[in-house]
């Protein structure tokens, strides 16, 4: 159902200093976008994303989104139904089918499924 963990969110007040801990403390290379308000950084497969911008405040830094992908959205929403919960619906963006769950029915995380089938 899940293929693999796609991208961490993670909302920081001082991004250089965020990127700074990722290559001094782990020795990761940090990729900084053009505009400044984000960077990312490569594990695997899988990518880490710092982003910043006007409304994130010391309160508001952290895990901002956990976006698992999946081989088919539609079975994930099937098997939420046949568990008797209720999934939600998939909106399409970037040539992606996402499926936003409730924070309440994934332990507070803010979690997107989604699937490249748009």
Same mark, same amino acid.
């Given at each position: 159902?899940? @293929?693999? /963990?796609?991208?961490? #969110?993670? %909302?920081?007040?001082? /991004?250089?200093? =965020? =990127? !700074?801990?990722?290559?001094?403390? *782990?020795? *990761?290379?940090?990729? &900084? !976008? =053009?505009?400044? @308000?984000?960077?990312?950084?490569?594990?695997?497969?899988? #990518?880490? &994303?710092?982003?910043?911008?006007? @409304?994130?405040?010391?309160? !508001?830094?952290?895990?901002?989104?956990?976006?698992?992908?999946?081989?088919?959205?539609?079975?994930?929403? =099937?098997? *939420?139904?046949?568990?008797?919960?209720? %999934?939600?619906?998939?909106?399409?963006?970037?040539? &992606? &089918?996402?499926?936003?769950?409730?924070?309440?029915? !994934?332990?507070?995380?803010?979690?997107?499924? *989604?699937?490249? @089938?748009?």
């Amino acid at each position: 159902m899940i @293929k693999r /963990l796609d991208t961490l #969110e993670v %909302a920081t007040t001082d /991004l250089a200093d =965020a =990127a !700074s801990i990722y290559e001094k403390n *782990f020795g *990761f290379r940090v990729t &900084r !976008s =053009a505009d400044g @308000k984000s960077a990312s950084v490569k594990v695997g497969g899988a #990518e880490i &994303r710092l982003v910043t911008g006007a @409304k994130i405040d010391a309160s !508001s830094e952290g895990m901002i989104g956990l976006w698992l992908e999946a081989e088919d959205v539609d079975q994930v929403v =099937a098997n *939420f139904h046949i568990a008797g919960l209720d %999934a939600g619906t998939i909106q399409i963006e970037s040539g &992606r &089918r996402i499926l936003t769950i409730d924070p309440k029915l !994934s332990n507070q995380v803010p979690l997107f499924i *989604f699937d490249r @089938k748009a």
